[in-house]
């Protein structure tokens, strides 16, 4: 029997919990489009990293950017002793700009748990007036031989946030998202040893969704095992995933829609600079500040240390809301190779 398309939705919908699905899909990036979609930043690493960001050309000629078994690959040099100019590497960043939405991207691998590495998956505005008066969101970071996700937010004065509904073992670093003129923010540090890493790559990756509204902006992380069928079905309901890995509440102490805006999407990985190679967190960290005195010298003269650092994406999918535009067409500023 033929059913129409519209009964077929109707169906899918009540389904995975609703009359009709609280998202709809906007943008799909994989690696059919991704590298069309996304630009190649080429400038000096705004968080001094010992790294060299190098071009589309570049980057597909030395095999640190691309697709592999379907999906998108990005990597950094693992064979350069002493790079004069840093590690090189490459940094991502999405044409489109988003205000709100839903987020899910699926990473087979990310960068291992390595001394040196500062790989990061996150969100920001960078038009006028500039970082951090737009927000940024962080939604995978970490650096070094670092075992658990920190979810981080970055804004400009006034906006104090309270993590209440985030998942048990989930802890506030701070609620002040201007905290350090920004640098610092407002983090959540997460204990799961499977949301980051080597542990995360232990499981063949998994999910992470974002939710960003008026309201809360909400971090959820899925193994590859236990992925929801409303996710995988491609109608995604955030509010039959239980609580986030780490919710960030607006309200009173913070008005979200001020704060946070006009994102791009990143993804990079970076070495040393401000705080993987911070001469108190290296000479802090036993492991690694026993490899070598400072982070650039092991950055420098071990490349093989660098085999596993590298992003293998699925894909990435952005949903908006039914009374929410999300998406933004604008000129891209960033250089494109």
């Known amino acids: 029997m033929r059913y129409s398309a519209s009964i077929v939705a109707g169906a899918t919908a009540l389904l995975f919990g609703g009359a009709r699905a609280q998202y709809s899909l906007t943008n799909t990036y994989d690696a059919s489009n991704f590298f069309d979609s996304f630009n190649f930043f080429t400038g000096s690493d705004p968080t ?15 095999n640190l950017a691309g697709t592999v078994d379907g999906a998108i690959f990005m990597g950094v040099d693992k064979t350069t002793v002493n790079p004069p100019n840093g590690r090189r590497s490459v940094r991502l960043e999405s044409r489109d700009t988003f205000t709100k939405g839903l987020f899910i991207v699926d990473v087979a691998h990310m960068p291992a748990s390595e001394c040196g590495a500062w790989p990061a998956f996150w969100m920001f505005g960078d038009g006028s007036p500039g970082w951090p008066y737009q927000g940024e969101i962080d939604i995978i970071e970490g650096v070094n031989n670092q075992v658990s996700n920190i979810n981080t937010l970055h804004t400009g004065p006034g906006c104090s946030i309270a993590n209440n509904g985030s998942t048990n073992g989930t802890h506030l670093e701070g609620g002040d998202c201007n905290a350090g003129n920004a640098n610092i923010g407002c983090g959540q540090q997460t204990y799961n040893n499977q949301n980051y890493g080597d542990g995360f790559n232990d499981i063949q990756g998994g999910v992470y969704a974002t939710e960003w509204t008026s ?32 919710r960030f509440n607006g309200g009173q102490g913070c008005n979200i829609d001020e704060h946070f805006y006009g994102h791009k999407i990143i993804f990079n990985t970076t070495f040393c600079g401000d705080w993987a190679g911070s001469p108190e967190v290296w000479s802090s960290n036993p492991e690694c500040s026993a490899k070598a005195a400072t982070c650039i010298d092991h950055v420098s003269n071990n490349p093989g240390a660098f085999e596993d650092a590298f992003w293998k994406v699925n894909y990435l999918k952005v949903f908006s809301a039914p009374a929410n535009q999300t998406k933004r067409e604008v000129v891209p500023t960033a250089f494109r190779a």
């Open 48 to 62: 001094h990293g010992f790294v060299e960001y190098v071009d589309g050309p570049t980057a597909s000629a030395e």
């Open 215 to 246: 309201d809360h902006i909400a971090v959820w992380f899925f193994p590859r095992a236990a992925i929801p069928q409303d996710i995988l079905a491609g109608v995604p309901n955030p509010a039959s995933w239980g609580p986030p890995q780490a």
